[in-house]
C-alpha cells in the first residue's frame, strides 16, 4: 500500500479547480487578523466545515456564508503571500505541475475589503512568486458572486482582462445558483441568505 501511495504521489499531475480561499488554514488567518487589528466575528470551530476539518456532508449554500465572515481577512496582503507559499509548498509536495487556481476580490463593502484592483495585483504577485520558487507553471481564475451587483461583475471582468499578460486565464460564476441564477441581478450591499 504505501509503495502504491507513493507511485500516486510521484505521478506528474494537473489542478483545474483549487480554490485560493481554502489554501491557508483558518487559524493562521485569525492570528494575522488579530496582528492587524480586524475583528473577525467567528472561530475556528463555527468555520471548521469551511476548513475542511469537520467531515461531515456540507450543502453548497453554505460555503458562501462562511466566506462572507472572514472576507475582511481573505484580502489582507499577508494572507494572501501565506496561503500562496503554503499551497505552492502542498503542490509541489504533490508533485502538481500546472495549477489554476480560483479566487475572489473580497466583499465592495466599505471597510470590508481592498480596493479589488489591489487584491487581483497582490494575488498575481504572490502566484508568480509561488511558482517560481516551487517550480509551478499556473494560471488564475476570478470568481464574479452571483449575488453581487452586475456593476461589479463588469469592473472586475475589466481589470481580469488587464492583466492577462500577469496570469489572469479565466473568470468564474461563483455562488448559489438556485437563488441567484446568472440573469438575476443584486445591488452591491447583498449578502448570500444563511441557510441556517
Known sequence: ????KDFYYELPKVELHRHLEGSLRLRTMLEIARTQGITVPI????LSTCAGAEKRTVHLPEFPVKIYHIAPVLSLPEVIGARHARGGGRC????IRYLELRFT????????????????????????????????ASGLIVS??????????????ELAVARRERGLVGLDLAG?????????????????????
Open 1 to 4: 500500500m504505501d509503495n502504491l
Open 43 to 46: 472561530s475556528t470551530g463555527s
Open 92 to 95: 509541489a509536495k504533490d508533485n
Open 105 to 136: 476580490t473580497g466583499s465592495p463593502e466599505p471597510g470590508r475589503a481592498f480596493p479589488i484592483e489591489c487584491v487581483m495585483d497582490w494575488v498575481c504577485e504572490s502566484t508568480q512568486k509561488a511558482a517560481s520558487e516551487f517550480g509551478l
Open 144 to 157: 464574479i458572486n452571483r449575488h453581487e451587483d452586475v456593476e461589479l461583475a463588469g469592473r472586475v471582468v
Open 176 to 196: 448559489n445558483e438556485a437563488e441567484f441564477p446568472p440573469n438575476h441581478s443584486r445591488v452591491s450591499s447583498a449578502r448570500p441568505n444563511d441557510p441556517d
